[in-house]
């Protein structure tokens, strides 16, 4: 984005637009004079740079581009103040300025005597001393490092998209489609705060397509400037999309306040911009720049109120994985973008999070919900402030809870532990009603050793489900060892011989977890099951022997430990 003042556009019929350059001779040219203007003055002062562009500006270029493309290089520009002996310009100031009010210097050599003075007492040249005196004046600060653009091309695509950005900051409405790159764009979308409604394209030929509204910066009642920037952020990404269009409302205020139409589409700038990479952001639209860059650990987050969130429910063990910004939910011609999933066997459950709205924005939000919450399980976290009759429609379609300033964990914690004791419930009378359960022979063991969770893979269905569904479930030949484990009569016949004369425990669960069942899936429960005890004398697991109380076969095993 460039400095408004800088901004080049036509107007005609109530449209408005930038005025791109072209690639032509003409323009390459310039790119690679300004560009070359930059490169010239590394380690010189800032004026000698200034003088080069005024030059160019005086060989009949319009100021205005030359002062564009100036700006989009000097960003990629480091300037420096000069220091001597490691003294900052303030500070020689100070201790000139303090001997030059009390010595009323006004003659040349009066100033001399008061730059020695000051010299003395800091322990530098006067010619030292003058040098730093007013080095951190824009003009005399120096060029220390310069990041040219790999071609004058690069250089004239980004110039093309920061006069649109530019264009954008004064929208009151932005409307836009776009095919592919909608994950990177709803990324930047939440990311950089901004108050959307989303719908799909109703055009068979545009399925997969979506149209994207955003409220401009210019009809929020605060943040205008920054919301607007973050629009302007958003561009590279519509861009970036095989095929866009874009059409906005653009209030001019220095013509009384008239609106005008802007649009744009990839097929009239097919390689003015779509090329160009805006490399001062990343992916998720985190500055890039310099120091403040990705290092700078900048939030992934909307809000604090979320990233507190995710933190204290990451960290609390519940088994459901928390993803960001999950994908998007289409009820309809509606699209929402859920702030948060959560994600176990299959099962998801979606979080919004409604924070910052306007009127307009929270009665379309509350439509979307009360669309898509048919339909998905949906929890809704209100700021309390918000507490109204629009809320009040989702009740019954969604899980609405009300929070101060944290997201509360309990009322999402058990209503996740109902629904998962639901489908877990469900996915049981499933795997039972289709003969994969109670012992109707659904299920065929095949193998020496048998998990459960082997089991709820090859089904696809949750682990509790299957533990739920084998309640009773025998099969000739197999002996159910704990609630894990199946194991064949012969392999555990194998494992008992292999255990006479056997003390010591781990001795004992290392025989068992060579045999093919590791200590993990009941190494324990097997020795059990032979009718072994573990004997403990003191704290040292070395120490521990087991002693078989009674003879056993894998046969009598079976028959006590069928349920």
């Not at 690679?32 to 002062?45: D, F, L, N, P, W």
């Not at 399925?207 to 943040?223: A, E, I, W």
Request: with cysteine.
């Amino acid at each position: 984005m460039l400095p408004s003042n800088l901004l080049r556009a036509k107007i005609s019929r109530g449209k408005i637009r930038p005025a791109y350059v072209t690639l032509d001779a003409d323009n390459l040219a310039l790119a690679e004079r300004i560009t070359s203007a930059y490169g010239q003055v590394i380690g010189k002062r800032k004026e000698e740079l200034l003088d080069g562009l005024r030059e160019i500006e005086g060989a009949g270029y319009d100021f205005k581009l030359v002062r564009g493309l100036s700006t989009l290089l000097e960003r990629r520009s480091t300037f420096e103040a000069e220091r001597v002996g490691g003294l900052e310009p303030v500070e020689v100031r100070r201790a000139v300025f303090a001997r030059a009010s009390r010595a009323r210097a006004s003659s040349a050599g009066e100033r001399r005597a008061v730059l020695q003075s000051a010299s003395d007492e800091l322990g530098v040249s006067p010619d030292a001393l003058e040098k730093v005196l007013f080095s951190d004046v824009d003009d005399e600060l120096i060029v220390k490092d310069f990041r040219p653009f790999s071609s004058p091309d690069i250089l004239l695509k980004y110039y093309n998209l920061s006069v649109a950005q530019t264009l954008l900051f004064k929208s009151l409405r932005v409307e836009f489609s776009a095919s592919g790159n909608w994950k990177n764009i709803f990324r930047s979308i939440k990311w950089l705060g901004l108050i959307y409604s989303v719908e799909r394209e109703a055009n068979e030929k545009e399925q997969g397509q979506f149209r994207v509204s955003l409220d401009g910066p210019l009809s929020l009642f605060k943040m205008t400037e920054r919301y607007g920037t973050s629009i302007a952020k958003l561009l590279p990404q519509i861009t970036a999309a095989d095929s866009w269009n874009i059409k906005a409302e653009i209030l001019a205020r220095s013509r009384g306040g008239k609106v005008y139409e802007f649009e744009a589409d990839s097929s009239g700038l097919e390689g003015l911009m779509t090329d160009a990479r805006w490399d001062d952001y990343d992916d998720e639209g985190r500055s890039n720049r310099g120091a403040a860059g990705k290092s700078a650990g900048t939030s992934l987050y909307d809000s604090n109120t979320e990233e507190r969130f995710s933190r204290s429910f990451n960290s609390y063990g519940t088994g459901w994985a928390l993803k960001r910004e999950p994908e998007p939910l289409i009820a309809g011609t509606h699209v929402l973008i859920p702030d948060f999933s959560f994600e176990k066997h299959g099962m998801k459950v979606y979080l919004e999070v409604v924070g910052f709205w306007t009127p307009q924005y929270l009665e379309r939000k509350v439509a979307k919900l009360t669309s898509v919450a048919s339909s998905v399980d949906m929890i809704v976290a209100a700021d309390e402030s918000l507490a109204c009759s629009k809320l009040e429609r989702l009740k019954g379609k969604a899980l609405v809870i009300y929070y101060r300033k944290d997201v509360p964990l309990k009322p999402i914690i058990e209503h996740l532990k109902e629904r998962e004791a639901s489908v877990v419930r469900q996915q049981a009378d499933k795997l039972i009603s289709s003969g994969e359960g109670g012992g109707a022979g659904g299920i065929i063991l095949m193998g020496d050793v048998i998990t459960i969770e082997e089991i709820a893979e090859q089904k696809g269905a949750p682990v509790a489900s299957v533990q739920m569904a084998l309640r009773g479930f025998n099969q000739d030949g197999y002996v159910r060892v704990g609630d894990r484990l199946f194991i064949s009569t012969s392999k555990l016949n194998e494992i008992d011989e292999r255990l006479r004369g056997v003390e010591r425990l781990t001795d004992a669960l290392k025989i068992i977890e060579a045999s093919g069942v590791k200590e993990a899936e009941g190494g324990g429960t097997v020795l059990e099951a032979l009718g072994y005890a573990s004997v403990w004398e003191g704290m040292d697991m070395e120490k521990v022997r087991i002693s078989k109380s009674a003879p056993t076969t894998a046969t009598t095993t079976s028959q006590s430990q069928t349920p």
